[in-house]
């Protein structure tokens, strides 16, 4: 047997094993793509005062997150429902922010000192409140200008009354209701300056029965239109029993008094819900105070019910324009307060630092607001 030709040809082979292996060491390895369901979601949660389904103010907020979801499957929602405001609130959005919720959206305007008072104490994640105007380094406020809204509802609902008496339920005596107040009589007396606007308050967000039965008293005193600033569509439901209008809000109400509802004020949060947490994604986001305008599309009015006029209609569209044009705003001069004293004059425009402190009714309107 030749030994020097096999250790020859074993020295050659271990040789080629050598190139071999180094070779596959020299090679990068070649990344397997993560799948998009497998990787890490970014948690965002909301506090609701009130349930999901009580056809007003939580559940446009929840048609929102609901949106949100549809246009980012990375994101993983966790609601509150039926939240007190106050200390019950804090201790809500301390465990949301204890489970990793990176973004937490809270919606009334009594978490705003529990939002900030939490947010204290968690500076890595993004507290959004909604109607407050209270800020920090990682909480930021948020809000639409729904005042728009009401006042063309004030148009139709001008144009619809024949007793000149139109019902509003109110809920709290706070600077956002008595600014919608105000829009929307202004939006009344465009069309018909007879009318008047009978204010009766509520204090309540959410009491079906209490805000029906004021419905009925305001119908009762001649009101043949009712309005709203509720969170239930007990006062529509009211004018439905009664034959008479009613005015939507939060979200189109048509569907609980169909034979009653003109349109209704509608919030639009989706889109704004998409473009926040896509800035906390991308490192953009900012403590703002947003006020959206209609020209957003976050405020607008539902569809029309049958019995509204073509007439009306085109009123509603002209003042539309103006607004989405941005060329005239509700509270241009001259506005007067219910004893006649003029309180913006003509050409000027009332700021939004006066329309977030409204502690006074305008000129046909008809009620008073409660001494604190």
Request: hydrophobic share 40%; with cysteine; net charge positive.
């Amino acid at each position: 047997m030749n030994f020097k030709r096999r250790g020859s040809a074993l020295i050659t082979l271990l040789v080629s094993l050598m190139l071999i292996i180094s070779g596959c060491g020299a090679k990068t390895p070649t990344a397997t793509p993560v799948p998009e369901a497998a990787k890490e979601k970014i948690k965002v949660a909301f506090v609701y005062v009130g349930p999901v389904g009580d056809a007003g103010w939580t559940t446009s907020h929840d048609a929102g997150r609901k949106y949100l979801v549809e246009k980012m499957p990375n994101v993983e929602t966790t609601i509150m429902e039926s939240v007190p405001e106050g200390a019950d609130a804090e201790r809500v959005i301390t465990q949301l922010a204890e489970k990793g919720n990176k973004i937490i959206f809270t919606t009334s305007f009594g978490y705003m000192d529990p939002t900030i008072n939490v947010a204290k104490k968690y500076p890595n994640v993004t507290f959004m409140h909604n109607s407050g105007y209270k800020t920090a380094d990682n909480v930021g406020t948020y809000f639409g200008r729904m005042y728009q809204a009401r006042y063309l509802t004030g148009i139709v609902a001008g144009k619809t009354t024949k007793t000149n008496t139109i019902g509003y339920v109110a809920a709290f005596p706070i600077p956002e209701v008595i600014r919608g107040i105000n829009a929307f009589t202004q939006g009344v007396l465009s069309v018909n300056p007879a009318a008047k606007v009978k204010v009766i308050w509520t204090n309540t967000w959410y009491d079906p029965a209490a805000e029906k039965d004021a419905g009925k008293s305001l119908l009762a005193a001649g009101a043949d239109v009712l309005a709203q600033h509720q969170d239930t569509p007990g006062p529509i439901q009211a004018a439905e029993e009664a034959g008479k209008f009613g005015i939507g809000y939060n979200t189109d109400m048509a569907k609980m008094a169909p034979k009653a509802v003109l349109t209704s004020a509608v919030w639009n949060w989706g889109p704004f819900y998409v473009k926040t947490v896509q800035s906390v994604i991308d490192k953009t986001w900012k403590n703002d105070q947003y006020w959206g305008p209609i020209s957003d599309g976050i405020v607008d009015l539902a569809p029309y019910g049958p019995m509204v006029t073509d007439d009306t209609k085109k009123l509603v569209a002209d003042a539309k324009a103006k607004l989405m044009a941005k060329s005239w705003d509700v509270f241009t001069g001259p506005i007067k307060d219910q004893a006649g004293v003029v309180k913006v004059p003509a050409g000027q425009v009332m700021s939004d630092k006066d329309m977030l402190a409204f502690d006074w009714f305008v000129q046909g309107v008809d009620g008073k607001i409660p001494a604190k």
